[in-house]
């Protein structure tokens, strides 16, 4: 099997002229570097630059600023189809007049592989993606998942360095989603074929990716592991993009040997945490719903239930105390501990796990 390749972007930005609305500006000085084999997702708000830095890994859009890199040589003036990829488009973009071996054979073609090449080279893309005795059959006798398949099998029968998906599995449903998901993190880890993955699925980028570069208007804000992304978002932005965030506004009372005692609604609340906080000023914590217990009995913070969803295996609450309406998520709550909408209950925050964003 051919090394992973490594991919570096190095201050890339695409400019696009409009008439009427001016220079459009997607991706915005940009810098990424993808570790040989790694599976890296680009998730963003829809417009934030995605498919553009995507296209452009691929040789499809030329940066109007910038580097590309594969394995530390120059690649940003090599065309794409001598870049080595394997690009799975949102829509399939299969021939439909085509039959499923001559779709996935296409790259081998015009890479003029001798017909015993082409014939093994199918064969084995069809069996890894699991649609063996399939070659014969036309497009448009496949169900939605089976032409995704057949667009996988496409994509890795030429044995790419590089493995490209934007969006690859929005036309499918829920189910089938989180089935195809699954195949294509573990194909992609059998090939070890350094991969980035476009998607606006915060839970899909999760489940499926070693790191996530979340996007914002042509950047990248924050990069990581899902865990990493999760418990430290660097902002409010990132905080409310990967899963649900409280941000609780306080003001800093103390602050020693790695605790922080905030006033928060009139309050002491005291947290440990590794940020400065300076005595005095105003800080925004982010607290996930899952983080804050709720009890009956009289604790440091009244609250009232303005609204539950039961949905069996949680709860989900809106909680007022104060001028604040907080999130909250009660796993497998008992008949004792499931509140109603109206009751008054006690809110205890976290005291620790909790990210200051000063
Ligand atoms: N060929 C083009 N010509 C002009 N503007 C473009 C072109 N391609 C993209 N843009 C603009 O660049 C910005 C980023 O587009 P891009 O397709 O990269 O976003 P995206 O993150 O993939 O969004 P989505 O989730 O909707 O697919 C948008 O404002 C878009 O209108
Ligand atoms: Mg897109």
């Not at 030429?158 to 294509?184: T, Y």
């Not at 440990?272 to 982010?286: E, H, L, P, Q, R």
């Not at 609250?303 to 105390?321: D, H, M, N």
């Not at 999130?327 to 008992?334: G, I, K």
């Amino acid at each position: 099997m051919a090394k992973s390749l490594e991919i570096r972007l190095r201050g890339i930005s695409a400019t696009f002229q409009h008439e009427s609305r001016g220079d459009i500006t997607a991706v915005k000085d940009l810098d990424l570097i993808i570790q040989p084999g790694e599976f890296l997702t680009l998730l963003g708000a829809s417009g934030c630059g995605k498919t553009t830095t995507l296209r452009m890994i691929a040789g499809f859009q030329q940066p109007s600023a910038g580097e590309i890199l594969f394995d530390g040589a120059n690649v940003t003036n090599v065309p794409a189809n001598r870049r080595d990829i394997g690009f799975v488009f949102q829509n399939y973009a299969l021939f439909p007049h085509l039959s499923v071996f001559e779709n996935v054979a296409y790259g081998l073609r015009i890479k003029r592989q001798n017909a015993a090449k082409i014939d093994a080279g199918v064969e084995q893309g069809l069996r890894q993606v699991g649609l063996q005795g399939l070659g014969g059959r036309m497009i448009s006798e496949l169900s939605g998942g089976q032409q995704q398949r057949v667009a996988l099998a496409r994509a890795i029968a030429i044995k790419p360095r590089v493995l490209l998906f934007d969006e690859p599995l929005s036309n499918l449903d829920a189910k089938l989603r989180v089935e195809m998901r699954s195949e294509i993190s573990r194909l992609q880890e059998e090939l070890a074929i350094t991969t980035v993955y476009v998607t606006h699925d915060q839970e899909e980028a999760m489940a499926i990716s070693d790191r996530i570069a979340i996007m914002n208007e042509g950047r990248i804000v924050q990069i990581g592991k899902a865990e990493e992304l999760y418990r430290k978002p660097v902002s409010r932005f990132v905080a409310g993009f990967l899963g649900n965030a409280n941000l609780v506004r306080g003001t800093a009372l103390a602050a020693d040997g790695g605790r922080v005692t905030l006033d928060i609604v009139g309050h002491r609340w005291t947290v440990a945490t590794d940020a400065t906080v300076t005595i005095g000023s105003v800080v925004d914590a982010v607290v996930r719903p899952e983080a804050i217990s709720l009890s009956r009995s009289d604790g440091a913070l009244p609250g009232i239930v303005e609204g539950r969803v039961f949905l069996g295996e949680k709860a989900e609450y809106r909680i007022r105390t104060g001028d604040l309406e907080l999130l909250v998520v009660q796993w497998n709550p008992t008949a004792g501990e499931l509140l109603a909408a109206g009751d008054t209950c006690s809110v205890n925050l976290p005291a620790a796990g909790v990210q200051l964003l000063v």
